[in-house]
């Protein structure tokens, strides 16, 4: 069955540095979108991308889509205490069956 | 706030027991999802309806089992619970035409003991 993979599954960085975490699908995904879970809170949509090679910039955090709309990307420069959470990535009408399906997310903790 | 209300936020119950968790979807939105999340585990797609319809059904256990109303709020059932169903369980609803962006609950964090 479709698969959303993320790595990685943890990352601990010191305040200041930049962060990265990728995405990717075993199929070719109509949207991809990211949420952001904070610690004991709910999902939180941060972003959707529809072209491939798209990418877009929210502040600090860039977002990209692969050109072959199977991968993406989260990059936050200069990380603060604030970006601790857990990042998902979600593909859209992979299949007939399943929707909206998240990857397994990636922990982020920033060391202040 | 995202606007999707999920009650209760806490349930305690014990095996073999049946519980309702409910969802008001935000004021317009016709589609309602349901997701399980455990402990140090991603989101797991249940099932979506669409406007009183079921769209799309993820791995939902046969002993689960959700509906949308008439006025869109949704309800998801659970019978002879397991301890492996514990588990926050959270409800997001989109906007017609909304990409599929989805606006979470809080979740109902249940714990069968």
């Known amino acids: 069955g479709q698969q959303v993979m993320q790595i990685p599954q943890y990352q601990h960085v010191q305040e200041g540095e930049d962060f990265t975490t990728y995405c990717n699908s075993s199929t070719t995904l109509s949207n991809i979108q990211w949420y952001k879970q904070r610690p004991g809170g709910h999902p939180v949509f941060l972003i959707q991308?529809?072209?491939?090679?798209e990418v877009k910039k929210q502040k600090r955090l860039t977002f990209q889509f692969g050109e072959a709309k199977k991968n993406s990307s989260l990059h936050i420069t200069a990380t603060q205490t604030t970006d601790v959470g857990t990042y998902f990535c979600a593909g859209d009408r992979i299949t007939s069956y399943d929707k909206v399906i998240f990857g397994p997310g990636t922990s982020l903790s920033v060391i202040p | 706030d995202s606007g999707v209300t999920q009650t209760p936020k806490h349930l305690i119950t014990a095996t073999g027991q049946r519980v309702t968790l409910r969802c008001s979807p935000r004021?317009?939105?016709?589609?309602v999802y349901w997701y399980q999340q455990s402990l140090d585990q991603g989101l797991q797609f249940l099932i979506q309806?669409?406007?009183?319809?079921?769209?799309a059904k993820g791995n939902i256990l046969e002993r689960f089992s959700a509906q949308q109303f008439p006025d869109l709020h949704s309800e998801l059932n659970l019978s002879s619970l397991e301890l492996g169903d514990s588990a926050l369980y959270f409800c997001?609803?989109?906007?017609?035409?909304?990409?599929?962006?989805?606006?979470f609950g809080s979740g109902t964090q249940l714990s069968v003991l």
């Open positions: 309806y669409y406007n009183g319809e079921e769209r």
């Open positions: 997001a609803s989109s906007a017609p035409g909304g990409g599929e962006k989805l606006f």
């Open positions: 991308l529809v072209k491939s090679g």
């Open positions: 004021s317009g939105d016709l589609s």
